[in-house]
Antibody, heavy 120, light 115 residues
């Protein structure tokens, strides 16, 4: 059974940093692209970042470029999102999502999400 | 103008069909894109439903009933998610998505009410 479990969410002040992690199980993690998608409270889905299997290709939504860094450790079946310079508008549930072997899409499995709250 | 525009809400009766639209910005040709559809129920992560580009390039998500299908309306520059035989359990938020030159883009979502 495919499982994605996020951790690392919490409360942080504007300008602060947080690191989200996602541990995968039930599939060959190194064979699949991975992504982060967020959802602000009561709002729609927003794609944040994607990374290819070997980590060489990464993409970010414009609003987080230069502040967020996606990475993965295939030896630990782990995906990470390092978030710096956090803003109030970054507050959201952050979902880890599995992509595909040859493409980023579709995101066919999702974790339950980690809540990030940025507030003073 | 948003890349993908979805009606905020839609209501339909049990047993009836529902057609959810996803209109692409006018400078983006719907024929070029695979459109992905997701369903999200309150308190749960999104679930992948299907992908549609053409009748020869489409994919149903694993375990997704065949009453969920995709199509396009080229004249409206829109992707369509068609749900036939609505059931109460279909009440949810539905999102369309594409991958464009900037990355992944979601529509704003349509809240489907079955009443």
């Amino acid at each position: 059974e495919v499982q994605l479990v996020e951790s690392g969410g919490g409360l942080v002040q504007p300008g602060g940093s947080l690191r989200l992690s996602c541990v995968a199980s039930g599939f060959t993690f190194s064979a699949f692209s991975m992504s982060w998608v967020r959802q602000a409270p009561g709002k729609g889905l927003e794609w944040v970042s994607s990374i290819k299997q070997d980590g060489d290709e990464k993409h970010y939504v414009a609003s987080v470029k230069g502040r967020f860094t996606i990475s993965r450790d295939n030896t630990k079946n782990s995906l990470s999102l390092q978030m710096t310079g956090l803003r109030v508008e970054d507050s959201a549930v952050y979902y880890c999502a599995r992509g595909q072997v040859t493409t980023f899409l579709p995101f066919d499995y999702w974790g339950q999400g980690a809540l990030v709250t940025v507030t003073s | 103008q948003a890349v993908l525009t979805q009606p905020a809400s839609l209501s339909a009766s049990p047993g009836a069909p529902a057609s959810l639209t996803c209109t692409l910005r006018s400078d983006i040709n719907v024929d070029t894109y695979r459109i992905y559809w997701y369903q999200q129920k309150p308190g749960s992560p999104p679930q992948y439903l299907l992908r549609y580009k053409s009748d020869s390039d489409k994919q149903q998500g694993s375990g997704v009933p065949s009453r969920f299908s995709g199509s396009k309306d080229a004249s409206a520059n829109a992707g369509i998610l068609l749900i036939s035989g609505l059931q109460s359990e279909d009440e949810a938020d539905y999102y369309c998505m594409i991958w464009d030159s900037s990355g992944c883009v979601f529509g704003g979502g349509t809240k489907l009410t079955v009443l």
